[in-house]
């Protein structure tokens, strides 16, 4: 298929598939059963220039958008989800910048980023507030030239390994939607802390942590955009990140589908290889479906958000739902196919199977994804 990539989307893409399969893939189920973050992978990246892909060339990044950083996200994910997301996590504790940030919040945090020298994370979700981003109780209290912000984020990645944290606070809970608010929070900023590593899945090589606010005073110029348009920072934020998701789930299928054929073309039985039946060869044809629909509709996704339009929640929604669904399907389709191997830890499948699960809850839950596609069609349908 030709996906039509510029020279440079091309040369993005190459780069990052050398990174996944010399660097990476020989490391993946160790970095997975050790639960080891992958710093070594993300000087590789720093030295290919890849960290900055999606953040503009005047702050040392590559120029590039949500497509380019899909692109790197996708051929990481191929060899390891985990892995891949220390990047794609990055990318989004750094869009709130992007989007929000003055000139001075970008010029001072964007070019370490960039280089590869900072990594950055999100933190909007709280024990109480999954679905309901709305329901966060963490509180930022304006004090002079400071908010001082209290409360626990939960299952932040990259908690406790980056260095800057875009967080999401309530500032007036009277003002629904409204009373909240977006700040940077540098690591070592006293009063912010770090819980216990979790215990996960899949996904087992990106950190996954609580992040605890006691009294942590943030000067005020870590506020972006305004005062009560932190909802709208993360809603924002998400609408251009979720594709990211999207290109993580299409990794992990696109390596369990290389897997399994390869395997299928290998593996003898009744004295022919399995990849001569028909059962197989009719799992393996709608795992290629699958994947190449996935590609297309998450490649046309981005390009769609990067040209600036306007309304992009259901195109993000809807590329997020269809690759993270194939991805659970194929992955799951990879482990029959191999059968007891695709079942052992020795395998990469099962870990594919593991990591290809958080695609479909986070970021959203797929539930909220169809929830958002539903309400854009119906109000689409009102304005025609
Ligand atoms: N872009 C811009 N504005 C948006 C928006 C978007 N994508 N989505 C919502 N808004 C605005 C709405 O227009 C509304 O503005 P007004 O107050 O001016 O009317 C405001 O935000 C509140 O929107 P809404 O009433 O739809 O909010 P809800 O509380 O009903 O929540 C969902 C909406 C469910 C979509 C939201 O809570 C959500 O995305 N939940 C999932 C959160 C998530 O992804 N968590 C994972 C954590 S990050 S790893």
Request: glycine fraction near 10%; charge should be negative.
């Amino acid at each position: 298929m030709n996906y039509f990539l510029t020279e440079e989307q091309q040369m993005i893409k190459e780069l990052a598939a050398r990174i996944a399969d010399e660097k990476i893939a020989p490391v993946a189920i160790e970095y997975d059963r050790e639960g080891k973050f992958p710093r070594d992978i993300i000087k590789y990246l720093a030295d290919s220039d890849l960290c900055g892909v999606y953040i503009d060339d005047k702050y040392g990044g590559l120029g590039g958008g949500v497509f380019e950083m899909a692109l790197v996200v996708e051929e990481l994910s191929r060899a390891c989800g985990g892995i891949a997301l220390a990047f794609a996590g990055t990318g989004l504790g750094t869009f709130p910048i992007i989007l929000f940030g003055t000139e001075e919040q970008k010029n001072k945090y964007l070019p370490d980023i960039a280089a590869g020298k900072k990594l950055a994370a999100f933190a909007l979700t709280e024990a109480d507030a999954g679905s309901d981003a709305a329901g966060i109780r963490t509180t930022a209290v304006a004090d002079g030239d400071y908010y001082v912000l209290n409360g626990t984020k939960q299952w932040i990645t990259n908690g406790g390994e980056a260095d800057i944290y875009t967080v999401i606070a309530c500032t007036n809970r009277e003002k629904g939607a409204r009373g909240f608010s977006a700040f940077i929070v540098e690591k070592g900023t006293p009063g912010l802390s770090f819980g216990k590593k979790e215990d996960k899945m899949g996904i087992r090589a990106s950190a996954t942590c609580e992040l605890i606010f006691e009294n942590c005073r943030i000067p005020k110029e870590n506020l972006l955009a305004r005062e009560g348009m932190g909802f709208i920072v993360a809603m924002k934020t998400l609408d251009r990140t979720r594709p990211g998701v999207a290109a993580q789930a299409l990794g992990i299928a696109t390596g369990a589908f290389n897997s399994a054929l390869k395997y299928a073309k290998e593996r003898e039985q009744f004295g022919q290889p399995i990849s001569s039946f028909q059962a197989v060869q009719h799992m393996l044809a709608d795992m290629a479906i699958q994947i190449e629909a996935a590609r297309c509709l998450v490649y046309q996704t981005c390009r769609h958000i990067d040209s600036g339009t306007k309304n992009i929640s259901k195109e993000a929604a809807m590329a997020k739902v269809f690759a993270s669904d194939t991805a659970m399907k194929v992955t799951t389709d990879a482990v029959q196919i191999m059968g007891g191997y695709g079942y052992m830890k020795e395998y990469p499948v099962e870990k594919m199977m593991r990591d290809a699960k958080i695609t479909q809850i986070y970021e959203g839950t797929n539930q909220i994804q169809r929830n958002v596609i539903a309400l854009e069609l119906i109000k689409e349908s009102t304005r025609e």
